[in-house]
C-alpha cells in the first residue's frame, strides 16, 4: 500500500500554514466554500508540485515550486479540469473518445454497397481485394463477387470526414455551408459614421475603419462619400465596402489598378471578406460572429459529411451517418446486435473492433453520457460533459498508482445520474490510484473514503482544516461548516408563494429533440427548468426562448477602460409581441425591457482582462490614484496607472508581472519577471500609495477589502456589494477573468448585468449559475435571485442544484429521459407539487433531498 501523501506548512495562496495528510489509493473529497482554498490546495499546490517533480525527474526545469515547506509520498498527477473542450468544428464526440475510428474500422471490414458496373449489392468481407503503390500511396482495391469489376475499396479513411478521400467535396466534410448574412452585417439605412456597420460598432473602432475605407476609395479615384446612407453607394463604393481591395469584384471594376499595401495607402479588406477570414480562422472560438452569417445543411451531402460512396455504404442495414446521431445507449444495442448476426468471417474481420466499441461506449455510458450522439459537436458540449468524457478516457487508459485530481465532476449532471460517476471514481481507485475530487455534492461525500472541509470562510477567512473524515464524521465537528449544514432540515417554500405579473409562451418548439413543445412562462417568478441531461432544456431556453438575442463581440482590448465589455443583453424595442420561425412560436416578449442570457462560456481568453477592469472598478482606481497630490507631483495620469498601456507598467513583461516559459509538450509555466520582480508597474507608479497601498498591492487585494481603503466611491461600494451577493467578494481585484470556473464567470456576468440594467422588467435567462457554490454560498444566492425578482424582473435557470429547485417559484421538468427520448414535459408546477404528484427522475430526487436531515 501507497504511503500517505504528507503536507507541512503549506501558504500557496489564502492557504494558512496548514499541516495535512491525504490518504493514498482512496476517493477523497474536498468540500467547503467558494473561495475557501480547495483548488488551491488541490491544483495550485498539489497537482503543480507532482508535476514539477515530475518534470525535473526528466531534466527539465522552469514550473515554480508551490510555496510549502513539506510534501512528501506523491505521485504522477493528472488533472480533469472543468475546461471547454477542442474548440474546433471538426472536433466530435465521436473522435475525441475514439469511438468514430473504431466504428471506421467496422465500416472498413463489413460494409456493403452497390458494384458501380453490374449493381449488384457486394459485401468487402466477400470480396478478393489487392493494393497498388501509385505516386507514393498504397491504395486499395476489391472486385465484384458478382462481376468481377475491380473498384477502389472504401478503407478507413474513406469513412472520416477529416481525410481528402472521405470528406463531401461540397463542405469539405464540415456538414454545412455559411453566407453573410448582409442584413446583420449593414444597415444600409444608415450612413458609415451613423453606425451603418454594426460589427465596428461593437468592437469600437468604427473611425479607424471608415478613415481606411476612405483611403481606400481615393486610391482607386472614387468618390468619397461621407454622411451618406449606405443605401445611395454607387456600385463600386459598395464593392470596395463588402470585399475590399483585393477581391474578384474589385479586380473587374478596375482591372489595371495596383492594389495597395498599407492602409494608410488604401489597403482595405472589406467588411465580407474580414467577417469570413475571421470565422475560417477562429472555428468555434468564434461563435459571437455566427449572428452575421446563414447557415445550411450542405445541399450535396445533406449535412452528413461524406462522400457519396460512404455516406450510402451500410452495415447491418445501416448507414455511418445514420449511427452517428444515434444516442450512445442505442448504439451500444446496435453494436450487440452486429456482434450477435454475423458471420464467422465477419468476426474475425471485425471482433477486435466491435469489443473496443463496446468498452469504450460503455465507459461513456457509465459517466451519465448515455445521450449523446457522436455527431455531437465538442464545442457545444458544458463544462461538465467534457470532463465527464475526459473521465471516460482516463477509465480507459487502465493505469494504476496516479494522482487524479477532479474538479467538480458532477457539473450538469443531473442527481440520478450521479451514482454512476461514483462508480466510475472508484473503479480509478481500486485499479490504484488516488482520486482527490473537489465536490459539493452531497451524494459524492456520502461514498467518499474520506472529506476534507476547507475553510472557515472564503479568500483570507478561509486556508484552514476545519473537518476532516467521513461525512458522519463531520456532521460531529462542530468547527465544520460543511457538517453543520447537513444538520439543517431542508424546507420547500411557504405554500401559496406567488409573485406572477403575466406570461409569455413558447409554442410548437420542434429545435433537436423537442417534440413540439408547447410551455407556457409566469413573468415576475423565479423558475426553475429542470429535467436529466440532454432532456432538452438548452435546446428550450436559449435555443428557442432567447433565440432573438443578439451576440457579444469577440474582440479582445488593449485599454482596459472598455477591455472587458462583453454586453450580454438584447433589447426588446425590436421584438415584436410574436416572435415566429421554424422553431415554434415565441410570444409576450415585448413586456420585458431587455433580456439578459448569461451562460457559462469563458469571458475571455485575454490574460490581461481581469475582475476589477471587467467590473469597471479599475476605472474608478486608476482615478482615485491620479487624483493624489503624490502623482500629480511627478506628472502622473490615470493612465499611467494602467498595466495595458505604455507609460507606467513595467515594459518587460508588459505590465503582468510574469513571463510565460515554454514547457515543450507540457503546460507552459509563468515565472516572475526579473526586472519589476512581478509588481507590473514601474518605479514612480510603485512609489504612489493610497492609504499605503500601492497599485500592486490593490490588485492583490480581495474586492471584500477595497470599499475600507477607497470608501468615498460609490461605484467601487455597488460592485463589491454585489459581488458579496454572489458570494465572489473573495476574488482578488487582478484575477485574470480565463482562471474562473464557469459558475464563477457567470456569476461575474450576473454582477456586469445588474450594474447596467436599464429599466425594472429584464428577463434574465442563467445556465446553471449555482455551478460551484457549496451549499451555504446556495443559500446566499437564492436571496440575491429572489431581490431581482421581487425589483420586477423575471428569472429563468437551467438547474439541477435540489437546493434552488425547492427554493423556486414554479419548476419545469423536462424527459422523460435524455437525448431522442427526452424533448417532452414531465411536469409544471410548483415544488411542493411536484413532491406530491410527480414520479418523474427529478420529483424523486428532490424528494429523497428534502428526507435528508
Same mark, same amino acid.
Given at each position: 500500500?501507497?504511503?500517505?501523501?504528507?503536507?507541512?506548512?503549506?501558504?500557496?495562496?489564502?492557504?494558512?500554514?496548514?499541516?495535512?495528510?491525504?490518504?493514498?489509493?482512496?476517493?477523497?473529497?474536498?468540500?467547503?466554500?467558494?473561495?475557501?482554498?480547495?483548488?488551491?490546495?488541490?491544483?495550485?499546490?498539489?497537482?503543480?508540485?507532482?508535476?514539477?517533480?515530475?518534470?525535473?525527474?526528466?531534466?527539465?526545469?522552469?514550473?515554480?515550486?508551490?510555496?510549502?515547506?513539506?510534501?512528501?509520498?506523491?505521485?504522477?498527477?493528472?488533472?480533469?479540469?472543468?475546461?471547454?473542450?477542442?474548440?474546433?468544428?471538426?472536433?466530435?464526440?465521436?473522435?475525441?473518445?475514439?469511438?468514430?475510428?473504431?466504428?471506421?474500422?467496422?465500416?472498413?471490414?463489413?460494409?456493403?454497397?452497390?458494384?458501380?458496373?453490374?449493381?449488384?449489392?457486394?459485401?468487402?468481407?466477400?470480396?478478393?481485394?489487392?493494393?497498388?503503390?501509385?505516386?507514393?500511396?498504397?491504395?486499395?482495391?476489391?472486385?465484384?463477387?458478382?462481376?468481377?469489376?475491380?473498384?477502389?475499396?472504401?478503407?478507413?479513411?474513406?469513412?472520416?470526414?477529416?481525410?481528402?478521400?472521405?470528406?463531401?467535396?461540397?463542405?469539405?466534410?464540415?456538414?454545412?455551408?455559411?453566407?453573410?448574412?448582409?442584413?446583420?452585417?449593414?444597415?444600409?439605412?444608415?450612413?458609415?459614421?451613423?453606425?451603418?456597420?454594426?460589427?465596428?460598432?461593437?468592437?469600437?473602432?468604427?473611425?479607424?475603419?471608415?478613415?481606411?475605407?476612405?483611403?481606400?476609395?481615393?486610391?482607386?479615384?472614387?468618390?468619397?462619400?461621407?454622411?451618406?446612407?449606405?443605401?445611395?453607394?454607387?456600385?463600386?463604393?459598395?464593392?470596395?465596402?463588402?470585399?475590399?481591395?483585393?477581391?474578384?469584384?474589385?479586380?473587374?471594376?478596375?482591372?489595371?489598378?495596383?492594389?495597395?499595401?498599407?492602409?494608410?495607402?488604401?489597403?482595405?479588406?472589406?467588411?465580407?471578406?474580414?467577417?469570413?477570414?475571421?470565422?475560417?480562422?477562429?472555428?468555434?472560438?468564434?461563435?459571437?460572429?455566427?449572428?452575421?452569417?446563414?447557415?445550411?445543411?450542405?445541399?450535396?451531402?445533406?449535412?452528413?459529411?461524406?462522400?457519396?460512396?460512404?455516406?450510402?455504404?451500410?452495415?447491418?442495414?445501416?448507414?455511418?451517418?445514420?449511427?452517428?446521431?444515434?444516442?450512445?445507449?442505442?448504439?451500444?444495442?446496435?453494436?450487440?446486435?452486429?456482434?450477435?448476426?454475423?458471420?464467422?468471417?465477419?468476426?474475425?474481420?471485425?471482433?477486435?473492433?466491435?469489443?473496443?466499441?463496446?468498452?469504450?461506449?460503455?465507459?461513456?455510458?457509465?459517466?451519465?453520457?448515455?445521450?449523446?450522439?457522436?455527431?455531437?459537436?465538442? @464545442?457545444?458540449?458544458?463544462?461538465? %460533459?467534457?470532463?465527464?468524457?475526459? &473521465?471516460? !478516457? +482516463?477509465?480507459?487508459?487502465?493505469? $494504476? #498508482?496516479?494522482?487524479?485530481?477532479?474538479?467538480?465532476?458532477?457539473?450538469?449532471?443531473?442527481?440520478?445520474?450521479?451514482?454512476?460517476?461514483?462508480?466510475?471514481?472508484?473503479?480509478?481507485?481500486?485499479?490504484?490510484?488516488?482520486?482527490?475530487?473537489?465536490?459539493?455534492?452531497?451524494?459524492?461525500?456520502?461514498?467518499?473514503?474520506?472529506?476534507?472541509?476547507?475553510?472557515?470562510?472564503?479568500?483570507?477567512?478561509?486556508?484552514?482544516?476545519?473537518?476532516?473524515?467521513?461525512?458522519?464524521?463531520?456532521?460531529?465537528?462542530?468547527?465544520?461548516?460543511?457538517?453543520?449544514?447537513?444538520?439543517?432540515?431542508?424546507?420547500?417554500?411557504?405554500?401559496?408563494?406567488?409573485?406572477?405579473?403575466?406570461?409569455?409562451?413558447?409554442?410548437?418548439?420542434?429545435?433537436?429533440? @423537442?417534440?413540439?413543445?408547447?410551455? %407556457?412562462?409566469?413573468?415576475?417568478? &423565479?423558475? !426553475? +427548468?429542470?429535467?436529466?441531461?440532454? $432532456? #432538452?432544456?438548452?435546446?428550450?431556453?436559449?435555443?428557442?426562448?432567447?433565440?432573438?438575442?443578439?451576440?457579444?463581440?469577440?474582440?479582445?482590448?488593449?485599454?482596459?477602460?472598455?477591455?472587458?465589455?462583453?454586453?450580454?443583453?438584447?433589447?426588446?424595442?425590436?421584438?415584436?409581441?410574436?416572435?415566429?420561425?421554424?422553431?415554434?412560436?415565441?410570444?409576450?416578449?415585448?413586456?420585458?425591457?431587455?433580456?439578459?442570457?448569461?451562460?457559462?462560456?469563458?469571458?475571455?481568453?485575454?490574460?490581461?482582462?481581469?475582475?476589477?477592469?471587467?467590473?469597471?472598478?479599475?476605472?474608478?482606481?486608476?482615478?482615485?490614484?491620479?487624483?493624489?497630490?503624490?502623482?500629480?507631483?511627478?506628472?502622473?495620469?490615470?493612465?499611467?496607472?494602467?498595466?495595458?498601456?505604455?507609460?507606467?507598467?513595467?515594459?518587460?513583461?508588459?505590465?503582468?508581472?510574469?513571463?510565460?516559459?515554454?514547457?515543450?509538450?507540457?503546460?507552459?509555466?509563468?515565472?516572475?519577471?526579473?526586472?519589476?520582480?512581478?509588481?507590473?508597474?514601474?518605479?514612480?507608479?510603485?512609489?504612489?500609495?493610497?492609504?499605503?497601498?500601492?497599485?500592486?498591492?490593490?490588485?492583490?487585494?480581495?474586492?471584500?477589502?477595497?470599499?475600507?481603503?477607497?470608501?468615498?466611491?460609490?461605484?467601487?461600494?455597488?460592485?463589491?456589494?454585489?459581488?458579496?451577493?454572489?458570494?465572489?467578494?473573495?476574488?482578488?481585484?487582478?484575477?485574470?477573468?480565463?482562471?474562473?470556473?464557469?459558475?464563477?464567470?457567470?456569476?461575474?456576468?450576473?454582477?456586469?448585468?445588474?450594474?447596467?440594467?436599464?429599466?425594472?422588467?429584464?428577463?434574465?435567462?442563467?445556465?446553471?449559475?449555482?455551478?460551484?457554490?457549496?451549499?451555504?454560498?446556495?443559500?446566499?444566492?437564492?436571496?440575491?435571485?429572489?431581490?431581482?425578482?421581487?425589483?420586477?424582473?423575471?428569472?429563468?435557470?437551467?438547474?439541477?442544484?435540489?437546493?434552488?429547485?425547492?427554493?423556486?417559484?414554479?419548476?419545469?421538468?423536462?424527459?422523460?429521459?435524455?437525448?431522442?427520448?427526452?424533448?417532452?414535459?414531465?411536469?409544471?408546477?410548483?415544488?411542493?407539487?411536484?413532491?406530491?404528484?410527480?414520479?418523474?427522475?427529478?420529483?424523486?430526487?428532490?424528494?429523497?433531498?428534502?428526507?435528508?436531515?
Amino acid at each position: 500500500m501507497s504511503k500517505d501523501i504528507i503536507i507541512k506548512g503549506a501558504r500557496e495562496g489564502n492557504l494558512q500554514n496548514i499541516d495535512l495528510v491525504i490518504p493514498r489509493d482512496k476517493l477523497v473529497v474536498l468540500t467547503g466554500l467558494s473561495g475557501s482554498g480547495k483548488t488551491t490546495l488541490a491544483i495550485d499546490l498539489l497537482f503543480q508540485e507532482c508535476q514539477r517533480r515530475y518534470l525535473e525527474a526528466l531534466g527539465l526545469v522552469g514550473i515554480k515550486k508551490p510555496d510549502v515547506d513539506v510534501i512528501q509520498n506523491i505521485a504522477p498527477a493528472v488533472m480533469i479540469s472543468q475546461t471547454t473542450a477542442n474548440r474546433n468544428p471538426r472536433s466530435t464526440v465521436g473522435t475525441v473518445t475514439g469511438i468514430y475510428t473504431d466504428l471506421r474500422m467496422v465500416f472498413e471490414k463489413l460494409h456493403v454497397r452497390n458494384c458501380p458496373a453490374c449493381g449488384a449489392s457486394v459485401s468487402a468481407a466477400e470480396c478478393k481485394e489487392e493494393v497498388e503503390k501509385s505516386d507514393d500511396e498504397f491504395i486499395g482495391y476489391m472486385y465484384c463477387s458478382h462481376c468481377s469489376h475491380r473498384m477502389v475499396k472504401l478503407t478507413s479513411g474513406w469513412f472520416s470526414f477529416n481525410t481528402r478521400n472521405g470528406a463531401c467535396p461540397e463542405c469539405q466534410g464540415i456538414g454545412q455551408t455559411l453566407t453573410v448574412n448582409p442584413q446583420t452585417v449593414v444597415n444600409q439605412s444608415l450612413s458609415l459614421e451613423a453606425g451603418a456597420v454594426s460589427l465596428w460598432e461593437i468592437t469600437r473602432n468604427a473611425q479607424y475603419m471608415i478613415t481606411s475605407y476612405y483611403a481606400a476609395l481615393e486610391h482607386y479615384r472614387i468618390p468619397v462619400a461621407p454622411n451618406r446612407p449606405v443605401v445611395e453607394f454607387t456600385d463600386s463604393q459598395k464593392a470596395m465596402l463588402f470585399y475590399g481591395v483585393n477581391s474578384d469584384q474589385m479586380h473587374q471594376l478596375f482591372p489595371n489598378a495596383s492594389v495597395p499595401k498599407t492602409v494608410v495607402g488604401g489597403k482595405f479588406e472589406g467588411i465580407y471578406t474580414a467577417l469570413m477570414r475571421r470565422i475560417s480562422e477562429r472555428g468555434g472560438e468564434a461563435k459571437h460572429l455566427e449572428r452575421y452569417f446563414i447557415y445550411a445543411n450542405c445541399p450535396v451531402c445533406q449535412g452528413e459529411r461524406l462522400t457519396a460512396d460512404s455516406r450510402a455504404a451500410t452495415v447491418a442495414g445501416r448507414r455511418l451517418p445514420e449511427l452517428s446521431e444515434l444516442a450512445l445507449d442505442d448504439l451500444l444495442v446496435w453494436v450487440d446486435n452486429v456482434e450477435k448476426t454475423i458471420s464467422q468471417r465477419e468476426s474475425a474481420l471485425s471482433i477486435d473492433y466491435l469489443n473496443d466499441l463496446k468498452t469504450k461506449i460503455s465507459r461513456v455510458i457509465n459517466v451519465g453520457l448515455e445521450y449523446l450522439a457522436l455527431d455531437r459537436q465538442t @464545442l457545444t458540449l458544458s463544462g461538465g %460533459e467534457s470532463q465527464r468524457l475526459k &473521465l471516460a !478516457a +482516463v477509465l480507459d487508459s487502465q493505469l $494504476s #498508482g496516479i494522482i487524479y485530481i477532479f474538479d467538480e465532476p458532477t457539473i450538469s449532471l443531473h442527481p440520478k445520474d450521479t451514482h454512476t460517476l461514483v462508480e466510475s471514481l472508484k473503479q480509478l481507485r481500486d485499479d490504484g490510484n488516488s482520486v482527490i475530487v473537489i465536490e459539493h455534492d452531497i451524494d459524492v461525500m456520502l461514498q467518499a473514503d474520506q472529506i476534507i472541509d476547507i475553510g472557515p470562510g472564503s479568500g483570507k477567512h478561509g486556508g484552514q482544516i476545519i473537518g476532516q473524515g467521513s461525512l458522519a464524521d463531520l456532521m460531529k465537528q462542530p468547527s465544520s461548516i460543511t457538517g453543520q449544514y447537513l444538520l439543517q432540515e431542508q424546507q420547500l417554500p411557504v405554500a401559496g408563494k406567488c409573485r406572477a405579473s403575466g406570461s409569455f409562451k413558447v409554442s410548437g418548439a420542434n429545435l433537436h429533440n @423537442l417534440k413540439n413543445l408547447t410551455v %407556457e412562462f409566469s413573468s415576475g417568478l &423565479l423558475t !426553475a +427548468v429542470t429535467g436529466v441531461s440532454g $432532456s #432538452g432544456k438548452t435546446s428550450l431556453v436559449f435555443d428557442v426562448l432567447g433565440t432573438r438575442y443578439a451576440d457579444d463581440s469577440d474582440t479582445e482590448f488593449d485599454d482596459e477602460d472598455k477591455e472587458d465589455e462583453q454586453d450580454q443583453k438584447q433589447s426588446t424595442d425590436s421584438l415584436t409581441t410574436e416572435t415566429t420561425s421554424s422553431l415554434g412560436t415565441v410570444s409576450g416578449l415585448s413586456q420585458f425591457d431587455s433580456i439578459v442570457r448569461i451562460k457559462q462560456t469563458p469571458l475571455t481568453r485575454m490574460k490581461r482582462s481581469n475582475v476589477a477592469t471587467y467590473t469597471d472598478v479599475w476605472i474608478e482606481v486608476r482615478k482615485s490614484f491620479a487624483s493624489l497630490p503624490a502623482a500629480k507631483e511627478i506628472g502622473l495620469t490615470a493612465r499611467h496607472f494602467s498595466f495595458n498601456t505604455t507609460g507606467g507598467r513595467c515594459e518587460n513583461c508588459g505590465g503582468l508581472g510574469v513571463i510565460e516559459s515554454h514547457m515543450l509538450f507540457f503546460p507552459s509555466a509563468e515565472v516572475v519577471c526579473p526586472v519589476c520582480d512581478g509588481l507590473r508597474f514601474n518605479q514612480d507608479v510603485l512609489s504612489v500609495s493610497y492609504q499605503g497601498h500601492s497599485i500592486n498591492a490593490i490588485l492583490k487585494m480581495p474586492f471584500e477589502e477595497l470599499p475600507s481603503i477607497i470608501a468615498e466611491n460609490s461605484r467601487i461600494k455597488r460592485v463589491c456589494d454585489l459581488l458579496s451577493d454572489v458570494g465572489l467578494d473573495y476574488l482578488e481585484l487582478g484575477q485574470t477573468l480565463n482562471t474562473l470556473s464557469g459558475g464563477e464567470a457567470q456569476r461575474l456576468k450576473l454582477v456586469k448585468e445588474l450594474l447596467t440594467a436599464k429599466g425594472s422588467k429584464t428577463l434574465y435567462l442563467m445556465d446553471e449559475p449555482t455551478t460551484g457554490l457549496h451549499p451555504i454560498d446556495v443559500e446566499r444566492f437564492i436571496r440575491l435571485l429572489n431581490q431581482i425578482v421581487d425589483a420586477g424582473s423575471t428569472v429563468i435557470v437551467i438547474e439541477h442544484n435540489l437546493q434552488l429547485l425547492a427554493a423556486a417559484d414554479w419548476v419545469i421538468d423536462l424527459g422523460p429521459e435524455g437525448g431522442l427520448r427526452g424533448g417532452e414535459t414531465v411536469f409544471t408546477g410548483t415544488p411542493q407539487a411536484m413532491v406530491e404528484n410527480s414520479s418523474s427522475y427529478t420529483a424523486n430526487e428532490l424528494r429523497r433531498f428534502l428526507s435528508r436531515v
